[in-house]
């Protein structure tokens, strides 16, 4: 059975540290580019971080570039976005997002986490 799975989420100051896990079962995640979307309330989802199957080349939406890492270990099937320095406007559902690297109709989502950041 394929799942994903997103946690981590939670309050945290701004300025502060948060580590979003996404778990996945019933595929390797070394097959799948993995990327963190988010989704704050009354914007469209936006691509924050992506992380390739094959040689794990990252990249980064401006916004987060410097202060977030999206990191993989292909042991445990998990990923990961560590989240540094966060601001207001990072307050937003995180979700988790697999795509086969040879077919990219094949895709997974995950349920989201929410992540507020407040004072």
């Known amino acids: 059975q394929v799942q994903v799975v997103e946690s981590g989420g939670g309050l945290v100051q701004p300025g502060g540290s948060l580590r979003l896990s996404c778990a996945a079962s019933g595929f390797p995640i070394n097959e799948y580019t993995m990327s963190w979307y988010r989704q704050a309330p009354g914007k469209d989802r936006e691509l924050v971080a992506v992380?390739?199957?094959?040689?794990?080349?990252?990249n980064y939406a401006d916004s987060v570039k410097g202060r977030f890492t999206i990191s993989r270990d292909n042991y445990k099937n998990t990923v990961y976005l560590q989240m540094n320095s966060v601001e207001l406007q990072d307050t937003a559902v995180y979700y988790c997002?697999?795509?086969?690297?040879?077919?990219?109709?094949?895709?997974?989502w995950g349920q989201g986490t929410q992540v507020t950041v407040s004072s």
């Open positions: 997002k697999a795509i086969h690297r040879s077919w990219p109709d094949v895709a997974y």
């Open positions: 992380i390739t199957g094959t040689y794990g080349v990252t």
